[in-house]
Nanobody
Framework: QVQLVESGGGSVQPGGSLRLSCAAS????????MGWYRQAPGKQRELVAS???????NYADSVKGRFTISRDNAKNTVYLQMNSLKPEDSAKYYC??????????????WGQGTQVTVSS
């Protein structure tokens, strides 16, 4: 089973920064789109940012200019640099990747989520 392992969440004051990382745990033949989603209590999961394997990016309006998504294809890793964090950014952040593993079913895979809390 392919696992996407996230790290980098935590608690920070408003205006602070965090960097999330997500790496695939097994050998991957190919990764297509990768992205970060978030879900706050009582709300639906929403797309934060995505990046294609060619490097094209897309952002939710609420994070444009503050968050940056990037990827390292050699490491099968996607990052989310979050600056100027606001309390409304508090949520559990999930990594997602469309990929073809070497020995598992191709499809869309999710990480276990990492909590981000922005509070003074």
């Amino acid at each position: 089973q392919v696992q996407l392992v996230e790290s980098g969440g935590g608690s920070v004051q408003p205006g602070g920064s965090l960097r999330l990382s997500c790496a695939a745990s097994r050998s991957i033949d190919r990764i297509y789109d990768m992205g970060w989603y978030r879900q706050a209590p009582g709300k639906q999961r929403e797309l934060v940012a995505s990046i294609t394997n060619g490097g094209y990016t897309n952002y939710a309006d609420s994070v444009k200019g503050r968050f940056t998504i990037s990827r390292d294809n050699a490491k099968n890793t996607v990052y989310l640099q979050m600056n100027s964090l606001k309390p409304e950014d508090s949520a559990k952040y999930y990594c997602n990747a469309d990929l073809t593993p070497l020995d598992a079913t191709p499809g869309s895979y999710w990480g276990q989520g990492t909590q981000v809390t922005v509070s003074s």
